[in-house]
């Protein structure tokens, strides 16, 4: 005997998950579509040497093996960088402006924690292409369309300016990008170490420079009307000209998105945000769901310059997001948004005897043809079994079909929800009692 | 530089054909729910000591490696053997009998050859926990419902009943399974070989038998009215008990399925369907579509006594099927039945200045609102481009937007189809003209 077991940081879906998950991976599809977005398929698996082009944490974590034919290979850690490759190698038959959405698993062999599993799902949406405001706009209107169609309606996206953070790196005396980058991964931890933990930290790196006015700024958060905001902070726009642009694309990609039907509510500025490192060059945001604030981010993206510069030499800027579901999942549910049923059919069809088989896969049929999902049930048992099934998975209607029933073609109906039963229907009285 | 390609055998889909894919994947599931099938996902990857528990050629197959904690793990080859541990794991939360349909990618380190891929996806549906016929019909009749859900018209189950093919064996003179298992070994390549080659292979291996009269019955294929086949090979029950039992258990399953309003010709019997070897059981079938005769099975299953044996004591006994989503996509692009656009959106939107961003953007939320999927494009460009990216990708309208519809609020549409384009309409003329 083999122990049946998944393997740690691995995680079976049963039913009632799964189908809440594709209930929300639908949801999630509808609205990308909604803006035009295409889905793409790229493999599992790539060549390593495509894999391991960058530095990071990440690069430990990474499944790789050779293959039966002694290639290096692995599996793919992020959609992001099959994208770049994919990009590169597709991007005549692809035809630029090109936009994409992508739902699929990702691997990393990281510690196993709560929550945090080694195979995960990501839903990637970006737009290649194009420098064009337009598409920063359209990205978080995707956002914030997806998180509606959720059914959630307190959560903010928090917008910031990489071009924000580098000119007030600049303007309070870090001028290298090793230096701002280094700044910036103290600044990612303000959440887990605190204020006090940022400021030791950097004094440790940088003891020549002061910090409580820089980190003053950074933790600046747009609380209440957009338009006042900007004004409140206009003066950086002096400071140098890295900040003035920064600023000024932040506040017109706001105007984009202030007279389009949003809430306000749902985009606000945030300072602090940074989003990893190498990587965006523009616009960054996450997103969090307000009463989850221990979530963390739901959703998070930003613009980057050029995302195939590992494999090309054309210049393909493009700006994207990515929601990690097994995260909002777990908000979801605790917000009570997620499907609850173990079961796809809301009729199961129940019959008292092994001649009554074929009236039964008739009525079954029948339902189906009506556009009434009906499941039947096999066996022939006392029918205390097939009613505690249909208890334990969430049938809404139990058919009982008995020597009566098969003799008149008719049907008996119980709905499982009120307790009511009604004896020897036809089916269309029953299908009425169904869709009612 | 790194030189953007996919592993040997693996494969990119780009838009056209991963939008395909989806709506076919999107019919088959809405089919296996409307017979109360429920999804269930599991690890692409599992420890490899539950892989490699069976014999056979797809073992030098499967994708061995260790992680990162040094365990043994391996890629899924297929969702069967991951379905009986999820199964042995689950059971008492799952409750039984149980119904899963499983959509997801599988990998196989063979040889590349046309048309066959190392990761490739597979979708199963099983009806685990009962031996009751119903089971067997249902799982046919989901086959026949899934592919008429994707247009299919012309399209047989070839269905054969395991204890058909042990008993005429016992009757030719082979008793052990050993035997079987080497005549059915050499049966299953009928279609490869021929019946020469199938006769001289038996041959070879079992020099002191005959084997022209099995061979002239296992060829037997039902052609016409099923009942008056039944009858013209009822002489066989007489041979033993178990060809009898066969028998009677398929014209019991026909009985099932001819009482429903199924075409006939969609279920027919086939002596000569093996299906593997030493895991089904019961009945068994594979599905042809007519006109592709090369194409092969584009779904086949079978029922098997104990699902969980390798992983469980308790018996699973089920039933169930796979399609091969791969090749059937061939086929369905082959007849012509798979969509065939590079754009989720029926509209793009154009606009001529920068200054217009703002009012495209809420004519696009608009189309959107009214459940039009809209695409802005993202730059402004001499009209030529954005009109040869709609034609490129299928849009069926553009809209223009230049100072005059600004103005007015106006907007000037185009059918991409018909050519006909009308200036200055208000939104809801042109979402009337859109939804014509």
């Known amino acids: 005997m083999i122990t049946p077991k998944t393997l740690s940081g691995f995680k079976d879906r049963l039913p009632k998950e799964a189908m809440a998950k594709g209930a929300v991976l639908d949801k999630l599809a509808s609205v990308f579509r909604s803006f035009g977005f295409v889905p793409i398929e790229t493999p599992h698996l790539e060549y390593a040497s495509i894999l391991t082009q960058e530095e990071g944490e990440i690069q430990k974590e990474i499944y790789l093996f050779k293959d039966h034919g002694k290639r290096e290979v692995g599996l793919r850690f992020d959609q992001t960088i099959p994208l770049a490759r994919f990009i590169a190698q597709h991007h005549h038959a692809l035809g630029l402006p090109f936009k994409r959405y992508a739902i699929g698993n990702v691997f990393r062999g990281e510690r196993a924690q709560r929550g945090r599993y080694r195979e995960f799902t990501q839903c990637d949406f970006d737009f290649i292409g194009s420098k064009s405001l337009l598409c920063d706009s359209e990205i978080i209107q995707v956002i914030i369309a997806s998180l509606k169609a959720l059914g959630l309606d307190e959560f903010s996206v928090w917008i910031n300016h990489r071009k924000i953070l580098n000119g007030l790196c600049e303007h309070f005396g870090l001028h290298t990008q090793e230096e701002i980058h280094a700044l910036l991964r103290v600044v990612d931890k303000l959440s887990k170490i605190g204020q006090e933990g940022v400021l030791l930290e950097l004094k440790a790196l940088f003891p020549q420079l002061q910090f409580?006015?820089?980190?003053?700024?950074?933790?600046?958060?747009?609380?209440?009307?957009?338009?006042?905001?900007?004004?409140?902070?206009?003066?950086?726009?002096?400071?140098?000209p890295t900040l003035k642009e920064g600023l000024e694309e932040l506040e017109s990609l706001f105007n984009l998105l202030l007279c389009l039907e949003i809430n306000p509510e749902h985009f606000k500025v945030d300072f602090s945000i940074a989003r990893g490192l190498g990587y965006y060059t523009g616009i960054v945001y996450?997103?969090?769901?307000?009463?989850?604030?221990?979530?963390?981010s739901v959703c998070s993206g930003g613009r980057y310059d050029n995302l195939s510069k590992s494999f090309s030499t054309q210049s393909l800027p493009g700006v994207g997001a990515s929601i990690g579901l097994d995260r909002l999942l777990v908000g979801l549910e605790e917000l009570e948004l997620v499907e609850s049923k173990s079961t796809s059919a809301r009729v199961l069809v129940v019959c008292m005897h092994p001649s009554h088989f074929a009236y039964a896969s008739q009525v079954a049929q029948k339902f189906r043809q009506s556009d009434v999902n009906a499941e039947l049930y096999p066996e022939v048992e006392k029918l205390k079994k097939p009613f505690s099934y249909a208890n334990q998975k969430g049938h809404e209607f139990v058919v009982v079909l008995g020597e009566e029933e098969v003799r008149n073609k008719s049907l008996t109906l119980k709905n499982m929800t009120t307790g009511v039963q009604v004896n020897h229907l036809s089916f269309l009285g029953a299908l009425?009692?169904?869709?009612e």
Do not use: C, R
């Not at 009425?432 to 869709?435: I, K, L, S, Y």
């Open 212 to 240: 409580t006015d820089l980190l003053k700024i950074i933790n600046t958060k747009q609380n209440g009307d957009p338009l006042e905001f900007f004004k409140s902070v206009a003066y950086l726009k002096d400071y140098n």
């Open 286 to 296: 996450e997103t969090t769901i307000n009463s989850l604030a221990t979530l963390g």
């Open 432 to 435: 009425a009692m169904v869709n």
